[in-house]
């Protein structure tokens, strides 16, 4: 498939623009935790640098790598990429962003209001879900591929939701940790319930569900968000569709992407959930009051 591929060129296997877009995100990050920050004001640790670059990292290589192509060829590697992106992105730049800086965001004028509103757990659980489940409906879905500003505005809408989702998880400020360990366990497994339909939707259906990847001209219409317009127009004529590039059969790539979702948010939220436990009963046992170290008996 990779020799395939290269018919698209440089540009559309590797996206140079976005590719400067995260090193410009990277850049700023680096000015305004290093040599813009004003008196005060910490430098990240060295954790939460390695958190950040992490997530610039993988955000290039869910959007602007082959990954995003391939996401556009086979719809296993678009549920691929919307694993990454919404499910484990957003904890690594959370994580990696001093809380400082999250203070200033959530003191911004008209935004407060909205994201406290949006970081209720209840809220952001709902929302989330219901969107990302909304986007893969095959009207929207096959709306969202046919324009590039639809792709992006409701992508991004999505994302931002995400976002809202795991700060209920991963507070970075105090104010905004309204969940106990047990409950975020919960919040957690409630996430891999609610989800679950949309995937089971996709991993069950008997047909071919999304226009994109089933009808050449939806299809040309959905690879022009990531390929130029003059090399799409010199290939036209050649391609048909996603077959071009992998013998699998639509209902099995298709199956397959559902499967892949399931089960990459079945680790991911393992891992978390392990990872709230195992803190939770570190930090209780080290509230518990030592056994003395030797009895004594009176004399």
């Known amino acids: 498939m990779w020799l395939e591929l290269q018919i698209f060129g440089f540009r559309a296997l590797w996206s140079p623009y976005y590719f400067v877009f995260v090193l410009l995100l990277s850049a700023l990050y680096f000015y ?48 691929t990429q919307m694993a990454i992106y919404y499910l484990l992105f957003p904890i690594l730049v959370i994580k990696g962003i001093p809380i400082w800086i999250w203070e200033k965001v959530f003191a911004v004028k008209g935004l407060k209001s909205v994201l ?9 659980l709902l929302l ?17 591929k046919s324009s590039d500003l639809a792709h992006t505005v409701i992508t991004t809408i999505i994302l931002f939701v995400a976002f809202c989702m795991w700060i209920a998880v991963f507070p970075p400020l105090e104010r905004l940790d309204r969940l106990s360990p047990i409950l975020k366990i919960g919040f957690i497994f409630a996430n891999g319930v609610l989800i679950t ?74 891992a978390i959930i392990a990872y709230i436990f195992f803190s939770w009963f570190n930090r209780e046992r080290d509230t518990i009051d030592p056994l003395p170290s030797q009895v004594q008996t009176e004399s």
């Open 128 to 144: 989330f879900n219901g969107l990302f489940s909304m986007y893969h409906m095959p009207g929207v879905f096959d709306y969202a």
């Open 32 to 79: 305004i935790t290093g040599p813009g920050r004003k008196k005060g004001t910490d430098r990240p640790s060295a954790f939460q640098q390695v958190m950040f670059y992490s997530g610039m990292l993988l955000l290039y290589i869910v959007k602007g790598s082959p990954v995003d192509l391939l996401g556009h060829i086979m719809f296993t590697a678009h549920m």
């Open 116 to 124: 406290h509103l949006l970081t209720r757990p209840l809220i952001s």
């Open 197 to 270: 339909p949309a995937c089971g939707l996709i991993i069950f259906a008997g047909a071919p569900l999304y226009e994109t990847y089933s009808e050449a001209g939806a299809w040309m219409q959905a690879m022009s968000l990531c390929v130029p317009a003059d090399v799409l127009n010199g290939l036209s004529s050649n391609l048909s569709g996603p077959n071009y590039f992998t013998p699998m059969p639509l209902i099995e790539d298709q199956q397959l992407g559902g499967i892949i979702m399931k089960i990459a948010q079945e680790i991911i939220f393992g």
